[in-house]
């Protein structure tokens, strides 16, 4: 399911108009696809099983991707979870949708947070 799951958001994905050129930059030409696939599929392995198959940095790796803007995660998790419900079903979907909404949180609050920014609104 993991592998149906992966292998169809990322078509959706490259597919996108808006999030496929940003993923086309960051991975390249149709032979990292393969790899890259490969990665997602031992992530959501871990996120959904922990069976402890994924040992990359994400945060890390979405740091270098520069043209990642903040709508880009609400495209993200609405092609997300259309895949998991079409894939996963309802039930097996909410639960993919529920880890990748508190990773997209995550990654924005590492990617765009900025505490001296909510520090001087604060002060406002």
Known sequence: ???DLVHEFYRRVQADEVLG???ARAIGN???WGPHLA????FWSSVMLMSG???GRPMAAHMKVKTIRPDHFTRWLKLFEEA???VAGPE????????A????HSLQLGLFFRPEEADGERQT
């Open 84 to 86: 998991a419900y079409d």
């Open 101 to 104: 909404q508190r990773i997209a």
């Open 1 to 3: 399911m993991i592998h």
């Open 21 to 23: 050129p940003v993923f």
């Open 39 to 42: 990665k997602m599929c031992d």
């Open 30 to 32: 149709q032979e990292n």
């Open 92 to 99: 097996a979907g909410a639960l993919f949708t529920v880890k």
């Open 53 to 55: 198959r994924y040992h």
